[in-house]
T-cell receptor, first 112, second 119 residues
Framework: AQSVAQPEDQVNVAEGNPLTVKCTYS??????LFWYVQYPNRGLQFLLK??????LVKGSYGFEAEFNKSQTSFHLKKPSALVSDSALYFC??????????FGSGTKLNVKP | GAVVSQHPSWVICKSGTSVKIECRSL??????MFWYRQFPKQSLMLMAT?????????EQGVEKDKFLINHASLTLSTLTVTSAHPEDSSFYIC???????????????FGPGTRLTVL
């Protein structure tokens, strides 16, 4: 069975500082991993994905994520946070039937 | 980029009535669409997979007679919440996969969501 875990309900960071939002996964077969962002009362926006290839994946709005097979992690990172990055972030895994399984979400608060 | 719309964006209804939510892929064809439900401050939970021209596949614990799904065309799927009750109040989000994309393509496009409030 596929599942993802986001251990932090909330992450607080000051603007300009680097940010990390954690995600670990459990999959049977090859991992297809995603990060999405959700703003209040809005649907999900795609940030980035890992399918195969380089472990460091670069995505939208300056975000990147590092796939670590040995630690079964796919942490989301950004070198310098912006206040506008404040939102709810979801890690997800896709199975072979294109079903997505989402983590519980992490609320990112970037303070000026 | 690909756009998925939902209508209505929000709806308030009385207990016992039925509500229909539409999910449309605006610039691509989607043989498969997915319906999710999101409770406040919680994650998305997959409810069902909507297949064009065939019956939907429901996740365990989701009542198919309660949540009727119809995928009559390659650009439209509808979710009808029948005999709605206050506990059905939630944020419903659909997603769609481009039918013409290769099998290796896996990006799904999400709609903006529909907030249902049942009084």
């Amino acid at each position: 069975a596929q599942s993802v875990a986001q251990p932090e309900d909330q992450v607080n960071v000051a603007e300009g500082n680097p940010l990390t939002v954690k995600c670990t996964y459990s999959v049977s077969g090859n991992p297809y991993l995603f990060w999405y962002v959700q703003y209040p009362n809005r649907g999900l926006q795609f940030l980035l994905k890992y399918i195969t290839g380089d472990n460091l994946v670069k995505g939208s709005y300056g975000f990147e994520a590092e796939f670590n097979k040995s630690q079964t992690s796919f942490h989301l990172k950004k070198p310098s946070a912006l206040v506008s990055d404040s939102a709810l972030y979801f890690c997800a895994v896709r199975d072979d039937f294109n079903k997505f399984y989402f983590g519980s979400g992490t609320k990112l608060n970037v303070k000026p | 980029g690909a756009v998925v719309s939902q209508h209505p964006s929000w709806v308030i209804c009385k207990s016992g009535t039925s509500v229909k939510i539409e999910c449309r892929s605006l610039d691509f064809q989607a043989t498969t669409m997915f319906w999710y439900r999101q409770f406040p401050k919680q994650s998305l939970m997959l409810m069902a997979t909507s297949n064009e021209g065939s019956k939907a596949t429901y996740e365990q614990g989701v009542e198919k007679d309660k949540f009727l799904i119809n995928h009559a065309s390659l650009t439209l799927s509808t979710l009808t919440v029948t005999s709605a009750h206050p506990e059905d109040s939630s944020f419903y989000i659909c997603s769609a996969r481009d039918a013409l994309a290769g099998s290796s393509t896996d990006t799904q496009y999400f709609g903006p969501g529909t907030r249902l409030t049942v009084l």
